[in-house]
């Protein structure tokens, strides 16, 4: 009988402390990290010559790292801002119109809300809309015979994202990125000036990992 009883008070108090994880009042301190990688084929058409040129292979590669905060306004409802640093880096081989890398680094802040969806409070998904802003700078190396090229990169972006979540234990969370359905505004100052809109729906393209610290109630 008493072996009962503790092994009921037990399980109480193990679904009391994965529960405060997410419940009203609790908070979290996240450190993410995000890599990707992708390819590019490339063909520059030429007003000169009225033809295409030799087939150009880009190479991208982008990083961040990524702080963030969240408090839950409601059990498995939390919101948070982050603030992030990355940059990306393409060359191409051969060149690409006599464009022979392209380089970006920027500062990226957002906010956003997030729904869990969890089974015995422990696993599952997290998924809501965000808003974020992007500020950076962009080179465009050309061929030894050309300068340079720099810009400034404004982004105003936003979109609904999808994460898949972990708790191993009372006070640690991770989560690693599914999906993400954005909308990008676009504005660049310098010597390409000009605006663009993009929506991009994207499905476990990237490694983007986030661990965090629970704590509150």
């Known amino acids: 009988m008493y072996k009962k009883l503790l092994l009921i008070v037990l399980s109480i108090i193990t679904i009391q402390a994965a529960k405060a994880q997410t419940e009203k009042g609790s908070q979290s301190l996240g450190l993410g990290f995000g890599v990707s990688t992708q390819s590019s084929n490339t063909s520059y058409y030429s007003n000169y010559t009225n033809s295409y040129g030799t087939n150009s292979k880009g190479?991208?590669?982008?990083?961040?790292?990524?702080?963030?905060?969240?408090?839950?306004?409601?059990?498995?409802?939390?919101?948070?801002?982050?603030?992030?640093?990355?940059?990306?880096?393409?060359?191409?081989?051969?060149?690409?119109?006599?464009?022979?890398?392209?380089?970006?680094?920027?500062?990226?802040?957002?906010?956003?809300?997030?729904?869990?969806?969890?089974?015995?409070?422990?696993?599952?998904?997290?998924?809501?809309?965000?808003?974020?802003?992007?500020?950076?700078?962009?080179?465009?190396?050309?061929?030894?015979?050309?300068?340079?090229?720099?810009?400034?990169?404004?982004?105003?972006?936003?979109?609904?994202?999808?994460?898949?979540?972990?708790?191993?234990?009372k006070n640690i969370g991770l989560a690693a990125g599914l999906a993400n359905l954005g909308y990008l505004h676009q504005k660049s100052t310098g010597y390409n000036q000009g605006s663009s809109n993009t929506f991009n729906l994207s499905l476990v393209n990237n490694l983007s990992l986030s661990v965090f610290y629970a704590f509150g109630k």
């Not at 939390?78 to 880096?89: K, R, V």
């Open 59 to 169: 190479k991208q590669t982008s990083y961040s790292i990524t702080p963030s905060y969240s408090y839950f306004i409601a059990d498995k409802l939390d919101i948070g801002t982050s603030l992030s640093y990355g940059g990306s880096n393409t060359k191409y081989d051969p060149a690409l119109n006599s464009q022979t890398k392209q380089t970006s680094r920027g500062f990226d802040a957002s906010i956003f809300l997030r729904k869990y969806f969890l089974y015995d409070n422990k696993i599952g998904i997290r998924t809501g809309p965000y808003l974020n802003y992007e500020k950076a700078k962009q080179t465009i190396t050309y061929t030894e015979s050309l300068n340079n090229i720099n810009s400034d990169i404004d982004n105003y972006g936003g979109g609904l994202s999808l994460d898949f979540v972990y708790y191993p234990s």
